[in-house]
């Protein structure tokens, strides 16, 4: 998929494509990543799709060993654990909290999946392969959302599959960007973003009458969400007012008042477990001027 590329990508896929018979290519305008996976799923013809974004790497190996298990197993999805990269130095490795070289059927993945944040299933569909005729059949497609678009596409997967497998072997190296979630740059629209992806997840739940998965995504808040929100507003150079307004718009948030209620601030293990107390109890005046320096 040549999403629109501009640094002369288009033409070495091109030239890829006229040396070997089993690559396609598709241009497009930018349409961004959520669109050309739609579209690349759409004119797939493998009997198991998996994705690469352009600017990370896999091992040689990867889809040999995904795909040798998927037949061995007959299996509707198989997956493996991916390790963060920067300036190419591997920088840890992210594991899903399963055990290892296992074949999951439908209802221990049922199961799973009401631990899906806390295991690790969600993070990112790149680490996996899954049968065609499971995402087409079901028309499974990845939301546009600007944070997250492949969490909920993932969570779909595994509740219409019947069967997984795990292999205990990072495969998969993620770039990590200076444009990454982590990175120090103020985002003013964070709080809409981390919304959207929040209530996807949760609508991809109810489409499948799951429940008793609360708890789980209310934790991931709890312990992911609001950190990246509050470390986003450390970020923020702007007035007290502004400041107090953003963490009214933060504690008012739907997704936020369901992490106060079912979980506790301790789930933060890191500085901002202070702030996280402060913002509970609507001390934002305080807030705004600890975080305005």
């Known amino acids: 998929m040549d999403d629109g590329s501009t640094d002369g990508s288009g033409a070495i896929l091109d030239e890829y494509a006229e040396k070997y018979d089993n690559i396609k290519v598709i241009h497009q305008e930018n349409a961004g990543p959520a669109i050309a996976r ?13 994705f690469v974004d352009s600017d990370d790497y896999i091992a040689p190996d990867m889809y040999e060993q995904l795909y040798t298990t998927a037949i061995k197993h007959n299996v509707d999805i198989v997956t493996g654990d991916f390790v963060t990269v920067k ?3 591997n920088l ?3 594991g899903v909290k399963l055990e290892a070289n296992k074949l999951y059927g439908e209802k221990e993945i049922r199961e799973l999946v009401l631990y899906a944040n806390e295991n690790r299933l969600l993070w990112f569909a790149v680490k996996s392969i899954y049968k065609s ?4 059949n079901n028309n499974i497609h990845f939301s546009e959302l600007k944070i997250g678009e492949e969490t909920p596409f993932v ?4 509740l219409c599959a019947k069967s997984m497998y795990y292999i205990d072997e990072p495969f998969y190296f993620y770039e990590q960007s200076p444009d990454s979630l982590a990175r120090a740059k103020y985002k003013g629209d964070y709080l809409h973003k981390l919304e959207k992806l929040y209530f996807a997840k ?3 739940y109810k489409k499948y009458n799951i429940t008793g998965y609360e708890n789980d995504i209310n934790a991931y808040t709890m312990k992911h969400t609001l950190t990246l929100l509050l470390s986003n507003e450390i970020n923020h150079r702007s007035s007290i007012s502004e400041k107090i307004k953003s963490y009214r718009n933060i504690i008012n948030s739907q997704m936020v008042k369901n992490a106060f209620k079912t979980c506790s601030t301790s789930l933060i293990k890191s500085n901002l477990k202070f702030l996280a107390i402060l913002l509970k109890f609507r001390m934002y005046f305080i807030l705004a001027l600890i ?3």
């Open 38 to 50: 739609n579209v690349g799923i759409a004119n797939a013809r493998g009997e198991y799709i998996g």
């Open 87 to 89: 300036n190419g130095r």
């Open 92 to 94: 840890n490795r992210q």
């Open 133 to 136: 005729e499971l995402v087409k």
């Open 155 to 158: 969570l779909e997967c595994l």
């Open 202 to 204: 949760d609508s991809v």
């Open 291 to 293: 975080t305005n320096f």
